[in-house]
């Protein structure tokens, strides 16, 4: 049955609409009084690829600049150690951990989006999902960064990985780190074949409308010699449907063995079961919210008003509701945990968060993931774009708020209070951070301007069929 | 770096100006359940059959997650290289790793001397003798208010001590680490 229905959305046949009706349901036909046509898709998507403006340079030099000054951190932390990045005892972690769990997070939405909403038949994903890949990808390649920026000895980071060699050393596979490197690795391969996968259509769009010899040679070999017959958009779409399927779980793996890093510990505030749903939730919820904050700036940019409309962002703000929500509850879980628990440390902890020295941080979190998005309840505010945008950027905001609290508080104030300390940020620590935000949007600028960035044979999928042949229909 | 420190605690008394100043030396407390152990990913911490927790300090990659994990923040790290210029690198004790930037230490109980009157007591084919090993911070202290030994032999002096009434191990009834170092209590009279 699913296979068959897969099958005809991909297959774009003119009777689709009278043979499959209920695809239609939900106020998925575009509300405007003309909606889109196939060509239009084709052009205003295409047109992304055009060469790039003044801003489009200026953006990328921002983007690399930034990288450069993560690139020179980090060469400084490699000559002169640990040190340069302001660490002291106790908090062995810090702003790299923080960030790692930020990125982790941020790549989980992509994920969500393309193959779980894929799954549920949410035709509301069919203009985000390319986008929200694409920061999947990028975002656990900055993520990745991480664990070896951290490390106190980066130049043996293979001694993490198992491989064979003369001292028959193997990793210990009880430490979570070891788990989080194959998380990390396996999300990475399969996020990214995934992307792939769902690329090659658009790209024979383009590479049959491309104009210079780069791109057509570009695009001739990344669309793996697509032609759009029926043969092949049937293995495709089967294709596509297994690696939705084989992607779903990791949307869960991921980050609960993300979350294991702290759970798996004895520190009072790591320690605590709720983690992994608790970090899976907390990662959708800082995933959509960074998918918008891409989003926004684009449409304007590349005029897609017509095809990310309003229901779009109502659709996406009410997954952020939804998150944060759960968010929310788990915030207080934690607390009750630690108060029922009447196990000393753990109060001390969950006292210290809010009423400590960096209470700021735990408030600047609350306001920002659990009040201030409550706003999304009205129903005008979801459809108001730069209120969504603001929204969004006060949830990233505030989901590295929350990764600071659970790393920086816990370990801050363990069970020895001789050992109660804290650590200052450094201009190293600082930069790595801006450097690894250079590096997620060195890839994002150059994505947009190289390949399609909005899925222009899964929109059509969406679009009433053209009743007579159009012009320039075929993909 | 220090590898035993003396943690200072001021309790003060209740309705009261009163207070009095208490001290704990602290060093690695040897746990038979070391929270630090199964979380290096690269086996560079691990037990030995002695009851020691042993650090490979050239196997160590500076995840720091071990002294995360230390309930007893007694695991120190080389945020940078320490060089240290001639003539006084001569001080430097020949009988231990140098270690560089990016990796973690700790006390290992002189695991060194260990080796040593080990080697010894082979040589002379007999079995290592109570009190023939001293740590640097036993033989260094002047009140002998730390003792080292075999803890399987009912006769070592440290063995006795550990059974003693007063004899308590940090933390270990909240979380069960099983130290293998053991504190007396103090006793105080009230007058």
């Given at each position: 049955m699913s296979h068959h229905q897969t099958q005809h959305q991909h297959t774009e046949c003119t009777s689709c609409e009278d043979a499959h009706p209920s695809r239609f349901r939900g106020g998925i036909v575009p509300t405007e009084a003309k909606p889109l046509t196939y060509e239009e898709v084709n052009t205003t998507v295409l047109a992304m690829l055009e060469p790039p403006t003044y801003r489009w340079w200026l953006f990328l030099a921002l983007c690399l600049a930034a990288v450069a000054i993560g690139g020179v951190s980090w060469t400084r932390q490699i000559l002169n150690g640990m040190t340069e990045a302001?660490?002291?005892?106790?908090?062995?972690?810090?702003?790299?951990?923080?960030?790692?769990?930020?990125?982790?997070?941020?790549?989980?939405?992509?994920?969500?989006?393309?193959?779980?909403?894929?799954?549920?038949?949410?035709?509301?994903?069919?203009?985000?999902?390319?986008?929200?890949?694409?920061?999947?990808?990028?975002?656990?390649?900055?993520?990745?960064?991480?664990?070896?920026?951290?490390?106190?000895?980066?130049?043996?980071?293979?001694?993490?990985?198992?491989?064979?060699?003369?001292?028959?050393?193997?990793?210990?596979?009880?430490?979570?780190?070891?788990?989080?490197?194959?998380?990390?690795?396996?999300?990475?391969?399969?996020?990214?074949?995934?992307?792939?996968?769902?690329?090659?259509?658009?790209?024979?769009?383009?590479?049959d409308a491309a104009k210079t010899k780069f791109r057509k040679i570009l695009y001739g070999i990344t669309s793996l010699g697509w032609s759009g017959s029926h043969p092949q958009w049937k293995h495709y779409t089967a294709a596509y449907l297994f690696f939705a399927a084989l992607a779903t779980p990791l949307v869960v793996s991921v980050h609960s063995v993300v979350s294991w890093d702290f759970a798996m510990s004895i520190v009072p505030g790591w320690h605590a079961t709720i983690f992994p749903p608790y970090f899976v939730a907390g990662a959708i919820f800082s995933g959509i919210a960074m998918v918008i904050t891409i989003m926004v700036p684009l449409r304007k940019i590349f005029g897609l008003e017509r095809i990310l409309e309003p229901k779009h962002f109502d659709a996406m703000c009410k997954l952020i509701l939804l998150t944060s929500g759960?968010?929310?509850?788990?915030?207080?879980?934690?607390?009750?945990?630690?108060?029922?628990?009447?196990?000393?440390?753990?109060?001390?902890?969950?006292?210290?968060?809010?009423?400590?020295?960096?209470?700021?941080?735990?408030?600047?979190?609350?306001?920002?993931?659990?009040?201030?998005?409550?706003?999304?309840?009205?129903?005008?505010?979801?459809?108001?774009?730069?209120?969504?945008?603001?929204?969004?950027?006060?949830?990233?905001?505030?989901?590295?708020?929350?990764?600071?609290?659970?790393?920086?508080?816990?370990?801050?104030?363990?069970?020895?209070?001789?050992?109660?300390?804290?650590?200052?940020?450094?201009?190293?620590?600082?930069?790595?951070?801006?450097?690894?935000?250079?590096?997620?949007?060195?890839?994002?600028?150059?994505?947009?301007?190289?390949?399609?960035?909005?899925?222009?044979?899964?929109?059509?999928?969406?679009?009433?069929?053209?009743r007579r042949v159009a012009q320039g229909g075929n993909h | 770096m220090s590898w035993l420190r003396i943690e200072k605690y001021i309790d003060t008394e209740p309705h009261s100006e009163e207070f009095t100043v208490n001290f704990l030396p602290m060093m690695?407390?040897?746990?038979?359940?070391?929270?630090?152990?199964?979380?290096?990913?690269?086996?560079?911490?691990?037990?030995?059959?002695?009851?020691?927790?042993?650090?490979?300090?050239?196997?160590?990659?500076?995840?720091?997650?071990?002294?995360?994990?230390?309930?007893?923040?007694?695991?120190?790290?080389?945020?940078?290289?320490?060089?240290?210029?001639?003539?006084?690198?001569?001080?430097?004790?020949?009988?231990?790793?140098?270690?560089?930037?990016?990796?973690?230490?700790?006390?290992?109980?002189?695991?060194?001397?260990?080796?040593?009157?080990?080697?010894?007591?082979?040589?002379?084919?007999?079995?290592?003798?109570?009190?023939?090993?001293?740590?640097a911070c036993a033989q260094s202290c002047p009140t002998q208010a730390i003792a080292f030994g075999n803890l399987n032999d009912p006769e070592s002096r440290v063995s006795k001590l550990s059974n003693d009434k007063r004899a308590y191990k940090v933390l270990d009834h909240h979380i069960n680490t099983q130290p293998a170092v053991s504190y007396l209590n103090d006793i105080k009279y009230r007058l």
């Open positions: 302001g660490k002291s005892h106790p908090d062995m972690w810090g702003g790299y951990i923080t960030t790692f769990v930020f990125w982790v997070g941020i790549a989980h939405s992509g994920t969500l989006i393309s193959a779980v909403l894929y799954l549920f038949r949410a035709h509301f994903r069919m203009p985000i999902y390319r986008l929200a890949e694409a920061m999947t990808v990028f975002a656990v390649l900055t993520a990745g960064l991480f664990p070896l920026i951290h490390l106190g000895r980066v130049w043996y980071f293979y001694w993490l990985m198992p491989y064979p060699n003369e001292r028959a050393i193997w990793p210990n596979f009880r430490s979570p780190l070891l788990w989080d490197v194959f998380a990390v690795s396996t999300y990475l391969t399969i996020s990214s074949t995934f992307f792939i996968i769902g690329l090659i259509p658009d790209i024979a769009v383009a590479r759960i968010l929310t509850y788990s915030y207080g879980v934690e607390f009750y945990t630690a108060w029922f628990s009447n196990n000393e440390f753990e109060r001390a902890q969950f006292w210290f968060r809010p009423f400590g020295e960096v209470g700021a941080a735990f408030w600047g979190m609350t306001f920002c993931n659990c009040i201030f998005p409550q706003l999304l309840w009205i129903k005008k505010l979801r459809t108001n774009i730069p209120f969504v945008f603001c929204v969004t950027i006060l949830i990233n905001i505030g989901m590295w708020l929350e990764r600071f609290n659970i790393i920086v508080q816990s370990l801050s104030h363990e069970y020895i209070p001789y050992s109660w300390g804290w650590y200052n940020f450094s201009w190293v620590d600082i930069g790595i951070v801006i450097g690894s935000f250079g590096w997620f949007g060195m890839w994002m600028t150059l994505f947009v301007k190289f390949f399609p960035a909005v899925a222009i044979t899964e929109i059509k999928e969406i679009l009433p069929a053209p | 690695c407390q040897h746990c038979n359940n070391a929270p630090c152990e199964p979380v290096c990913p690269v086996y560079a911490t691990y037990h030995n059959e002695e009851g020691l927790n042993a650090m490979v300090y050239n196997r160590c990659v500076g995840t720091r997650y071990c002294s995360n994990n230390c309930s007893y923040k007694v695991r120190r790290f080389n945020w940078v290289t320490i060089d240290v210029p001639e003539p006084l690198s001569w001080q430097i004790n020949p009988d231990v790793t140098k270690r560089t930037m990016g990796v973690m230490e700790k006390c290992t109980f002189c695991v060194q001397r260990i080796a040593e009157a080990k080697d010894k007591a082979k040589d002379e084919g007999r079995l290592v003798r109570d009190g023939e090993i001293q740590p």
